[in-house]
């Protein structure tokens, strides 16, 4: 199984800064990454999917990068709304996810 | 527009099972596949696995194979989830969820509310 490490696995920032969430692979997975968001108490919601491409309906201040087994989730101008738990997912084999980097205001 | 209705809390005892129900609409079933993902308290997104509902074919996660059966009814846009031998890390919230695709290595794009599964003695 592939498993997927992300970091932080907790982060403090402002509004209006810049986050960067990154995510390994424990082996190659080509650009079948995603990201999701999970608000407490809520459904995941798809934000981008391999690697880059945005979902829609969901803000351009979201954005992905990455290959092969380095992943990262760029979240540029913060806003209250954004402050939550985001997860990485591989779907290159059987999916898998990584633990989770829960956003927090500062 | 798309909705995936999950059926009701449960609770339940050790060595019993639990079969949760996923309602879809809204969209073409059998073009989509359906996941199901499991979440226990406090903690991250598990992968349990993965139903073609185009012809039935199923991935289950190494973990809980052997104890997982996800099923279908195509006339009535529902999908199972069974879990047999119930322990109690098994108490979690179970989420159904589309995938963009059928290949079963697609992102999910539509997700349930989710069902919360108690197994306690």
């Known amino acids: 199984d592939i498993q997927m490490t992300q970091s932080p696995s907790s982060l403090s920032a402002s509004v209006e800064d810049t986050v960067t969430i990154t995510c390994r692979a424990s082996?190659?997975?080509?650009?079948?990454v995603n990201w999701y968001q999970q608000k407490p108490g809520k459904a995941p919601n798809l934000l981008i999917y391999a690697t880059s491409a945005l979902q829609s309906g969901v803000p351009s201040r979201f954005s992905g990068s990455g290959s092969a087994t380095d992943f990262t989730l760029t979240i540029s101008s913060l806003q209250p709304e954004d402050f939550a738990t985001y997860y990485c997912?591989?779907?290159?084999?059987?999916?898998?996810f990584g633990q989770g980097t829960r956003l927090e205001i500062k | 527009q798309v909705q995936l209705v999950q059926s009701g809390p449960e609770v339940t005892k050790p060595g019993a099972s639990v079969k949760v129900s996923c309602k879809a609409s809204?969209?073409?079933?059998?073009?989509?596949?359906i996941s199901w993902v499991r979440q226990a308290p406090g903690q991250g997104l598990e992968w349990m696995g993965w139903i073609s509902t185009y012809n039935g074919n199923t991935n289950y996660a190494q973990k809980i194979q052997g104890r997982v059966t996800m099923t279908t009814d195509t006339s009535t846009t529902t999908a199972y989830m069974e879990l047999r031998s119930l322990r109690s890390d098994d108490t979690a919230v179970y989420y159904c969820?589309?995938?963009?695709?059928?290949?079963?290595?697609?992102?999910?794009?539509?997700w349930g509310q989710g069902t919360l599964v108690t197994v306690s003695s």
């Open positions: 809204g969209y073409t079933f059998i073009n989509y596949g």
């Open positions: 082996q190659y997975v080509g650009a079948y």
């Open positions: 969820a589309r995938d963009e695709g059928d290949s079963g290595y697609d992102p999910n794009d539509y």
């Open positions: 997912q591989q779907t290159y084999t059987s999916p898998s």
